[in-house]
Structure formats: C-alpha cells, structure tokens
C-alpha cells in the first residue's frame, strides 16, 4: 500500500502560502497605483510594484475588472477589520472613530476612480456597493455606540448618516486642489462632541 508523502504535502502548502502572498502583494500594488496613477494604470507597473511577474496577475485576475473588483473589496475588509482594532487600542471610543474615519476618507478618495471603472458592469458595481454597506455600516455603529456610551459624542447619529455625509463631503476634491475635505470632516466631528458637564 502506498504511503503519503510528507514532503509533497508540505510543498503544496508552501505553493498556495506563496499564491496567497503573492495576491495580497498584487491588491496592495494595485491599490497603491490606482490611487496615483488611476485605474487604468499599466499592469506592468503593478507588476513591478507588488514584486511579481505580470503572469501572476493575469493568473491571479484574469481581466482588469476583476483585479479592480478585488482592490475595492480588499480595501472594504481592511477598513472593516480596522474599526474593531482602533477601539481596542486607542485611548478613547472618540479617538477611534476619529482614526477610522481617516481611514475611511482614505478608501473614498481610492473608491472614486474604483467606482468610475467599474460604470461599464452595474451589476458588479452594485453588488459591491452592497457588500460596502453591509461590512462597514455595522463598524460605523460599533464606533459610533461606543463613543456615545464613553459620553465622547452626542446620540442620535445614525451610522449611514455619518457615513453618506463623509462620503458627500469627499466630492470634489479630485477637482479642486484648494479643497480638502478632511478640515470639514474635523468640524463635523467637533460639532458631534458632548459639552462638558456645566
């Protein structure tokens, strides 16, 4: 009876340990890129930057529309992952939320070129849209309660609310180098906070 090779199984874990490096490489690349030079940057130029071959992204994601699909999920997981981690971390529910929605201005300024190249399949795009709001509006009201329940912000916000009004905030600034949406932003949040007790 033949036995298992150790040695081959270990090498087929290795294999996909490298696959899956190598994908995450490709998404951070891409991300990196589309951010300065657009989405419809050179895959070579990905290429270079992740360290891999342009065979492995086509391997990887077969066409341009899958890999900018996948930046824009792998950017949604990293900013939902984050929320949990900054409450955990951070000195107050506030200071939190106030780090996690700079991470969230971060995503919105990539999203919009991610958003513009996916016009062409509205059934991909709607579907991500979907998938957007499902793992960060539930972060959003993590952050948000728990700032509430420290006394850091008043109550009454609703997660979507904060989330569409960032978003709206986020317009235009592609267009206007005068424009930056992170001082409003940092109004909204000084309005959001609780008076000292008198």
């Known amino acids: 009876m033949p036995t298992e090779n150790p040695t081959g199984k270990a090498s087929a874990r290795s294999k996909r340990t490298d696959a899956l490096r190598n994908q995450q490489a490709v998404l951070t690349a891409a991300a990196e890129v589309f951010v300065t030079s657009g989405v419809d940057a050179p895959i070579r130029q990905i290429a270079a930057r992740a360290g891999v071959?342009?065979?492995?992204?086509?391997?990887?994601?077969?066409?341009?529309?899958?890999?900018?699909?996948?930046?824009?999920?792998?950017?949604?997981?990293?900013?939902?992952?984050?929320?949990?981690?900054?409450?955990?971390?951070?000195?107050?529910?506030?200071?939190?939320?106030?780090?996690?929605?700079?991470?969230?201005?971060?995503?919105?300024?990539?999203?919009?070129?991610?958003?513009?190249?996916?016009?062409?399949?509205?059934?991909?795009?709607?579907?991500?849209?979907?998938?957007?709001?499902?793992?960060?509006?539930?972060v959003s009201a993590q952050l948000l309660n728990a700032a509430v329940e420290a006394g850091d912000i008043r109550p009454g916000l609703q997660p979507y609310e904060l989330m569409r009004g960032i978003g709206n905030l986020c317009v235009g600034r592609d267009d206007d180098p005068r424009y930056d949406p992170r001082r409003l932003i940092a109004l909204l949040l000084q309005g959001l906070r609780q008076p000292p007790p008198t």
Do not use: N
């Not at 016009?119 to 979907?130: E, G, K, P």
């Open 53 to 138: 071959g342009m065979a492995t992204i086509y391997r990887h994601f077969p066409t341009r529309a899958d890999l900018v699909t996948a930046v824009y999920r792998h950017q949604i997981e990293a900013c939902a992952e984050a929320g949990p981690k900054l409450l955990a971390s951070s000195e107050s529910p506030f200071d939190a939320l106030r780090q996690w929605i700079d991470l969230f201005v971060d995503f919105l300024v990539t999203k919009h070129g991610l958003a513009d190249a996916l016009q062409s399949d509205s059934d991909r795009f709607a579907t991500l849209h979907t998938y957007f709001l499902d793992r960060l509006e539930p």
